[in-house]
């Protein structure tokens, strides 16, 4: 993409400057919680070459609201991967109680064993303890969802450790991100690698919109510029890595056992959207050779030469797009409304209470995103409930005068 570009070192290992694209295998919660898996998908995931591979860190309880609905594609749903958003319908939180996490005592034993083994293993955070836990641990780096992006008080406090984040802008618009690099920045962390992305399971090649790199790449001169990818194949990631991304992050899946398939169905949705071992090497093998060829923009390929290299190819598709970032309305409503967060009650309230201070400090931030907003939860002090609320209601400016 061009200007010089911010470098970060993790491990032994870096990622932007003139490194070569960092491959993060996306796992998710596919481990099912079981131990054994994640250590399998570590090994999996160093035999297809990547650089890195990322769990997720979560409780259930803290992460999603009783009417959270789940914005994702399971197998089952529909054959093929078409966008259906009526599809959409249960709920989050029993699909995240299903898998709330490998015991969290072993997590040392995942990080130690990657660092015997070359890759990199971090997680994304969803909450504050989750953060501390991962800290704790001597975690390298953090990952901020794209459904946290609106999040400032997870980013401001993850972004205080002064380890580089990875921030992902799935169904974002540029305001909300300037807004959300400005709260990381103002910590004094300037290790920010931002990950372009449409937030839909799957995402259409169509709507891959991988221009919009270059344009996050304008707004934020010098910036670690990459791709957080959702999109069936690996097409999208290899012309991303060949328009300059300094980081591809593909969901990896990998079938448990002595049964090494491709793909694993089981309760995690993120089986589902991943790539298996066998597609995600080819995907790594192809940025490789790519890069050894030197046809990538950030190894001196002309960015407009990039650009018809890849309309030349098979899938055209994915330079759709590329105006000021904006939410993809065909594909991310349903996911910019759900896997956002929201003020939350932890505890009932009656009509005709006053809020206080003491109120907001038992309020949870929770999906969905449809109430009041995190970064606003301090100008519901003074306000006066119209209503009795439950406890865990999703909370808007009509429940108050």
Excluded at 234 to 261: C, Q, R, S, Y
Excluded at 326 to 337: G, H, I, N, S, T
Excluded at 356 to 369: D, E, T, W
Aim: charged share 30%.
């Amino acid at each position: 993409m061009g200007s010089k570009i911010l470098k970060i070192r993790v491990g032994d290992k870096h990622i932007g400057g003139d490194a070569p694209c960092f491959i993060v295998a996306e796992a998710g919660a596919n481990h099912e919680g079981i131990f054994e898996n994640a250590i399998e998908l570590i090994d999996a995931a160093k035999e297809t070459g990547a650089d890195g591979i990322k769990f997720q860190h979560y409780m259930a309880g803290k992460l999603v609201a009783k009417e959270a609905k789940r914005y994702w594609r399971l197998a089952g749903d529909k054959e093929g991967f078409q966008f259906d958003p009526n599809i959409y319908n249960d709920d989050q939180k029993s699909t995240f109680e299903e898998i709330d996490g490998i015991p969290r005592d072993r997590d040392h034993e995942l990080r130690t064993y990657g660092e015997n083994n070359n890759i990199v293993v971090f997680s994304t955070p969803f909450d504050f303890e989750s953060v501390d836990h991962l800290d704790a641990l001597g975690s390298p780096m953090f990952k901020i969802a794209s459904g946290d992006l609106t999040y400032h008080q997870l980013l401001e406090y993850t972004a205080r450790k002064g380890k580089p984040i990875i921030l992902s802008t799935g169904a974002a618009n540029m305001d909300e991100i300037r807004a959300a690099m400005n709260v990381i920045r103002k910590t004094g962390n300037d290790q920010i690698i931002l990950l372009h992305c449409t937030l839909a399971y799957p995402t259409p090649l169509a709507n891959a919109n991988l221009l919009m790199m270059k344009h996050l790449e304008k707004e934020f001169p010098g910036a670690a510029i990459g791709l957080s990818d959702h999109t069936p194949g690996w097409e999208a990631d290899v012309a991303a890595a060949m328009l300059g991304a300094v980081m591809i992050e593909k969901h990896f899946t990998h079938t448990p056992g002595p049964a090494k398939g491709d793909d694993m169905v089981g309760h995690s949705p993120d089986h589902d959207i991943g790539i298996g071992r066998k597609r995600f090497t080819e995907m790594v093998n192809s940025i490789r050779e790519n890069e050894k060829k030197k046809l990538s923009v950030r190894m001196g390929l002309p960015f407009n030469e990039a650009i018809q290299c890849i309309k030349a190819g098979d899938h055209p598709e994915v330079l759709r797009g590329g105006s000021e970032k904006c939410v993809d309305e065909a594909v991310e409503l349903k996911a910019r409304a759900q896997a956002r967060r929201s003020v939350v009650t932890e505890l009932s309230l009656t009509a005709g209470t006053v809020i206080r201070a003491k109120h907001l400090k038992r309020f949870s931030i929770k999906r969905p995103g449809t109430g009041i907003a995190p970064f606003d939860i301090e100008k519901i002090e003074g306000r006066i409930v119209k209503t009795d609320l439950e406890a865990d209601t999703v909370l808007r400016w009509e429940h108050f005068s």
